[in-house]
């Protein structure tokens, strides 16, 4: 059995745009390197069948290579998006994971335990910094409504509960930090991962900026 595993990417060219002061057109290419680090991860598990869910215009953004399955969508808010990439799984698979790009910590040791929870019955949901959601497993035939956005996993777990799905919370501190604040920018280049992300970011923020400039507001 494979675990089908959707990426929601909406706009390269506006995301992150709280780092946008900081990184400024480089910001493009920190989108891109996350979706590379996240699908070089995966591609090590034959078990996981990678959809990138994403609008058309994108595609002249995104290295044409990937070597995933491309869902579109034109959806203006992420959790419809989200719920129109579900409904086209449903016929052909039993469980889907969803997991937001911008995880610059994600390691082999979560795809194995992922992996291992979606052959259990539950649900599975993940927290992230800031009440967010940073990995959430579900039944592919529940109609269930994603949450994502201000504090989405307690809207999540609320979801499961409403829905009667059992649930299993699955805590990880490489899951637990996402990429979107100055501060976030910091944990990266203090952590330095073994991945493009960190090594872009190294590149393009010279010392002076990392250490007098990097003030979270």
């Not at 002061?21 to 290419?29: H, P, R």
């Not at 969803?98 to 992922?114: A, G, Q, S, T, V």
């Amino acid at each position: 059995m494979t675990l089908p595993v959707i990426l929601p990417l909406k706009y390269v060219n506006v995301s992150k745009s709280r780092l946008g002061n900081i990184l400024g057109k480089n910001k493009t290419y920190l989108v891109i390197a996350l979706i590379e680090d996240m699908i070089s991860l995966l591609k090590k598990f034959p078990e996981t069948e990678i959809y990138l869910l994403t609008k058309k215009e994108n595609m002249a953004l995104i290295p044409k290579d990937l070597g995933v399955k491309i869902i579109f969508e034109d959806e203006e808010d992420l959790n419809k998006a989200l719920e129109k990439g579900v409904n086209i799984l449903k016929e052909k698979e039993k469980k889907v994971l969803i997991l937001p790009l911008d995880l610059p910590f994600i390691n082999e040791r979560n795809i194995k335990d992922l992996i291992r929870l979606s052959k259990t019955q539950s649900g599975i949901i993940s927290p992230s910094n800031r009440d967010g959601t940073s990995a959430i497993m579900l039944p592919i035939d529940k109609k269930f409504k994603f949450k994502f956005g201000e504090k989405s996993f307690q809207k999540h777990f609320s979801e499961f509960t409403k829905k009667k799905i059992p649930v299993q919370v699955y805590y990880s501190e490489s899951l637990y930090y996402d990429l979107d604040t100055v501060e976030d920018i910091i944990r990266v280049l203090t952590i330095k991962p073994n991945n493009k992300t960190y090594f872009l970011l190294k590149d393009i923020l010279s010392p002076d900026i990392i250490y007098s400039n990097l003030v979270d507001k």
